[in-house]
């Protein structure tokens, strides 16, 4: 339970929020959808003496498609990006990674910028925009700047942000006409994070194969399978891609859920399977062999 006062602040501008930021940064916590936070904060995981909240900021909830690129606002809820017509045309992986995301309360109040930050290397957002080539900008007082997906998980649930900057909006390249996507995970209990997870994008024509492997390393494990992909789907091509994701998943460690070496063996599982599940998509939009 909580037993310590907290001051809590509700700016209503992005401008305001940073402006909080800019000043009092290390001391303040940043709470979006709270579907994190506040159970961490009953337990007493974490003490914050600071929150602010961003539900009362205005535009942080934004979509849009611009010169190939689809932008999501940070507050942008879980059931939006499950939903939304937009991103189901142009990351429909995005969307198949929310419909997974916790339960129907997680899902209607969460935020994908809440999820992004919290960084818990097993989330299901983390290999999709890893695969897909994402970025994340990050605002200050100061200016913005965009990090690429694959390098803003630095640890577990450590990115990164600085405490004066904020997470406001999450860019990813539209998938491509002929292109093929597709995310898988693998958990004990239906809405709890995955035990490994994996997203994969290929290429029209197989002209390109990337895999991102989650909850084996502290941030997304990329692979570029392009080489073994390059006359299309086999039997022997996924056998070598178990093989060096395992290899890859060398930073794995157990946990009540899972020991070391079966993650990594799931890890090889699944990405054969997200390859399989975008390569059928692949063929599906006339870009397969």
Known sequence: MITKEIEFLAPESVAEALEVLSVRGPDV?????????????????????????????????????????????????????????LIGTHAPMLAEAARTVGDVQVRN????????????????YLPVLAAGNAELVLASSEGTRRVPAAEFFIDLM????????????VVMPVLEPGAGSGYVRFAR?????????????????YSSTHIALGGVSPAPVMLDASDLFADGLSDEALE??????????????????????????????????????????????????
């Open 29 to 85: 916590t940043v709470l979006s959808g709270g579907m994190s936070l506040m159970p961490m904060m009953n337990l007493g995981i974490v003490k914050p003496s600071v929150v602010m909240s961003l539900n009362h900021v205005a535009g942080l909830d934004s979509l849009s498609v611009e010169d190939g690129e689809l932008k999501i606002g940070g507050m942008t809820r879980h059931r939006t990006v499950m939903t939304d017509d």
């Open 109 to 124: 109040r969460g935020t994908i910028g809440g999820s992004i930050a919290h960084a818990d290397p097993s989330a299901d």
């Open 158 to 169: 450590f990115t990164v942000r600085e405490p004066h900057e904020l997470l406001t909006e």
């Open 189 to 205: 209990v239906e809405g709890s994070f995955a035990i490994v997870n994996a997203a994969a994008v290929i290429g029209e024509g």
């Open 240 to 289: 070598e891609l178990a093989s060096r994701a395992f290899d890859a998943s060398e930073e794995a460690t157990g946990d009540i859920h899972s020991d070391a070496d079966y993650r990594r063996n799931m890890a090889g599982v699944f990405a054969r399977r997200a390859v399989e599940l975008a390569a059928g998509r692949l063929a599906t939009a006339g870009g397969g062999s």
